[in-house]
T-cell receptor
Framework: AAGVIQSPRHLIKEKRETATLKCYPIPRHDTVYWYQQGPGQDPQFLISFYEKMQSDKGSIPDRFSAQQFSDYHSELNMSSLELGDSALYFC????????????FGQGTRLTVV | AQSVAQPEDQVNVAEGNPLTVKCTYSVSGNPYLFWYVQYPNRGLQFLLKYITGDNLVKGSYGFEAEFNKSQTSFHLKKPSALVSDSALYFCAVRPTGGGADGLTFGKGTHLIIQP
């Protein structure tokens, strides 16, 4: 079965650079979530989209933005990167009804140097 | 705001013995509760969920969890542990009626199954 696809799998950036992470949800899933997992930490919810509209917002820094496109894929844009942004970034998707579980991608490991 | 507590950083169990990974939650209203498992450098894999109905829910790989509303708990259990069950387990909660609200995760519990 198709899963959530994230790209790239690994990314190395320097401080103050920008990064764009991409997420392709499971077909027919209309909801996308982004999470950040620091080393040894639990995943922290950043932001979610439902039918291409922002649905919920968590602990996403102002330097980050995201959107969901007409084909339901999503991109997380990160600017003015800081060392503390180094983490594993997960995308997850789910389908209606709202009480279904979210399926996670393999994640993008971002290292800021 | 909702929260999840996993009181044990690590649980050690001998292979073949029953295992329990504890989780308590705090949320206004009725919760949606989930368990996910994470293997090293991998994404989170869904194990099971409680939405409504029977308090005992069964999930993947022989895992089950019991929802206890009075104790606000959702402990993960398995009757007979396998070495391959060794991983990091996360309990998560989402309030009902939240649409596409994100999950709130616990800190995770390392489950170590000893041969």
């Amino acid at each position: 079965a198709a899963g959530v696809i994230q790209s790239p799998r690994h990314l190395i950036k320097e401080k103050r650079e920008t990064a764009t992470l991409k997420c392709y949800p499971i077909p027919r899933h209309d909801t996308v979530y982004w999470y950040q997992q620091g080393p040894g930490q639990d995943p922290q919810f950043l932001i979610s989209f439902y039918e291409k509209m922002q649905s919920d917002k968590g602990s996403i820094p102002d330097r980050f933005s995201a959107q969901q496109f007409s084909d339901y894929h999503s991109e997380l844009n990160m600017s003015s990167l800081e060392l503390g942004d180094s983490a594993l970034y997960f995308c997850a998707s789910s389908s209606p009804p709202v009480n279904t579980e979210a399926f996670f991608g393999q994640g993008t490991r971002l290292t800021v140097v | 705001a909702q929260s999840v507590a996993q009181p044990e950083d690590q649980v050690n169990v001998a292979e073949g013995n029953p295992l329990t990974v504890k989780c308590t939650y705090s949320v206004s209203g009725n919760p949606y509760l989930f368990w996910y498992v994470q293997y090293p450098n991998r994404g989170l894999q869904f194990l099971l969920k409680y939405i409504t109905g029977d308090n005992l829910v069964k999930g993947s790989y022989g895992f089950e969890a019991e929802f206890n509303k009075s104790q606000t708990s959702f402990h993960l259990k398995k009757p007979s542990a396998l070495v391959s069950d060794s991983a990091l387990y996360f309990c998560a909660v989402r309030p009902t009626g939240g649409g596409a609200d994100g999950l709130t995760f616990g800190k995770g519990t390392h489950l170590i199954i000893q041969p």
